[in-house]
């Protein structure tokens, strides 16, 4: 592992070819651009809004103006946690020096923390578009997806573990089943 990458991840991995780390974060930086651009005046409340109306009205459903405005707060805040769950995964992964997910908790952190503070940048961003708010909860919002895509991470890693200590034990019980029968 190189220097910038131990003081994200500890423990030893498998190196990723220069190939992949520099694509990794191509994506990342890529997803950032994607944010910045979706904070801009084209995507607020304004745009989202009719296009709900839209979906709403071809599937036939039929809502309340108070429900309306709950729903379209709803979908909107839930974008806020998607576009910052993918954002802290693809931070992580570009960090990570390896080719699985594996979990290294200080990575994890770091990587919420970035998403944090860009997410912080993102609504200073939005304070100088027109038809944009900027506001802390937010923030709050896209640093609660951050720690959610952490979450898959460590998920993915656990469950990675189970299977791999399964296939294990079943290999060993073969094992000691064939030399069970050899002895006979």
């Not at 909860?137 to 896209?142: A, L, P, V, Y």
Request: charged share 15%; hydrophobic share 50%; proline share 3%.
């Amino acid at each position: 592992m190189n220097a910038a990458v131990d003081s994200f991840a500890s423990g030893p991995a498998c190196r990723q070819p220069a190939v992949h780390t520099k694509l990794r974060w191509l994506m990342t930086v890529t997803w950032a651009g994607f944010i910045f651009y979706l904070s801009s005046a084209g995507f607020g409340a304004s745009f989202t809004g009719p296009l709900l109306t839209t979906t709403l009205t071809l599937l036939h459903l039929h809502l309340s103006p108070a429900t309306f405005e709950v729903v379209h707060y709803c979908i909107r805040k839930l974008a806020h946690l998607t576009e910052y769950g993918i954002f802290s995964l693809l931070i992580y992964a570009s960090f990570l020096d390896a080719p699985d997910f594996e979990w290294h908790p200080r990575l994890a952190l770091r990587s919420v923390a970035l998403a944090a503070l860009y997410s912080l940048t993102d609504e200073y961003h939005q304070s100088f578009v027109s038809n944009r708010t900027a506001a802390l909860s937010d923030c709050g919002i896209d640093t609660i997806g951050a720690a959610l895509g952490m979450v898959l991470v460590f998920g993915w890693d656990r469950l990675l573990q189970a299977i791999r200590s399964r296939k294990a034990a079943t290999t060993a019980s073969m094992v000691e089943t064939s030399k069970g029968a050899a002895g006979l």
